[in-house]
């Protein structure tokens, strides 16, 4: 799993492997929130997997990198 | 070059410029954005950008694809920046080049509009009197 801005601050760390039943974005998102304290809520989040952007509800397999953006602020 | 592009180095504006130069083209749109010292009311000191390096990529070059599309222009270039900034700094450049002048502001115009709303960077703004806070606008 990958976290990135405010999500990373939160979680301490940028990426780490685990180990999981759930088999979508979003229940891995809900597990990770409920660790670390995330307060953004799962709306305002897009997923990524694979270092492709992929639905929240999406299949996932063994191995598969999750990434979980926060809403966007270049420019 | 690729057509769009993160780098964690000053981006050297008149280099990209000269990248654009043609006999073939009648009209050259840059956009530049900039490091303010003042957001929502805040005096900031600085900031630093990050990205999710291999999607912001990907997905840059697919607003790029998007405007050649879209647009009656010859060649498009974007530049975002990484890492650290100080005020002033540019943060990011687009430009357009095309035939005339209409398709080129058209272009310029929904690549940076497109990269700010799309991309995978987050601004890191470092406030005067010490605090510090990701941005993450709404919509």
Known sequence: MLYFASLRDAAGCAQETVSSEAREPRALYAEAAARYGFKMPLERIRVAVNGAFAPQDCMLKDGDEVAFLPPVSGG | ?139
Not at chain 2, 3 to 21: H, P, V
Request: proline fraction near 1%.
């Open chain 2, 1 to 139: 070059m690729k057509a769009f592009s993160l780098s964690s180095t000053a981006i050297d504006a008149a280099g990209l410029l000269r990248q654009l130069e043609s006999e073939r083209v009648g009209a050259v749109v840059t956009f530049e954005g900039r490091v303010r010292d003042h957001n929502e009311g805040r005096s900031v000191r600085g900031l630093a950008y990050e990205a999710y390096a291999e999607l912001a990529e990907a997905e840059g070059a697919r607003i790029i694809e998007e405007a050649r599309s879209r647009f009656e222009i010859a060649q498009a270039l974007c530049v975002h920046r990484v890492g650290e900034l100080v005020l002033g700094e540019l943060a990011v450049w687009v430009g357009v080049s095309a035939t005339h002048r209409d398709a080129a502001f058209a272009a310029c115009r929904y690549i940076i509009d497109e990269v700010k709303s799309r991309v995978p960077i987050w601004k890191h703004e470092r406030y005067v009197g010490g605090e510090a806070e990701w941005l993450h606008p709404d919509a």
